[in-house]
């Protein structure tokens, strides 16, 4: 490789990885605008479980009530469970949640 070429690779990445996290934020921008018509998709019940925590440990996220990510976290982790072929007892959903449900904020419920 020659050197001009790596210089040029280095700041094609830097773009790219700026243009990236410009794209991610807009995207998070508009899920705070729209938490509970996020919340209440069918699309939710899909996302996967890093997704669900970034975007439940959000303080910008606009809900009218933290009840709506607790209703949300049963949601997902049912159908997760069901993904998974076992029961969705309580212990099997907070088997697929990982500790998600901590991030509740049950002192604004």
Known sequence: M???N???DDSQKEIENCLRKIIVNFCF????KNGS??????????ISLDLLK??????SLHLPSE???????H??????????HVSPTAANKR???????????????
């Open 2 to 4: 020659q050197k001009g």
């Open 6 to 8: 790596l210089f040029r």
């Open 29 to 32: 921008d508009i899920i705070d």
């Open 37 to 46: 018509k996020i919340f209440e998709s069918d699309e939710f019940e899909d």
């Open 54 to 59: 970034d975007i439940i440990q959000r303080d």
């Open 67 to 73: 009840l709506c990510v607790w209703q949300a976290l």
């Open 75 to 84: 949601r997902w982790s049912h159908r997760q469970c069901r993904r998974r």
């Open 95 to 109: 088997r697929v949640l990982e500790g998600a449900q901590y991030s509740l904020r049950f002192l604004t419920m």
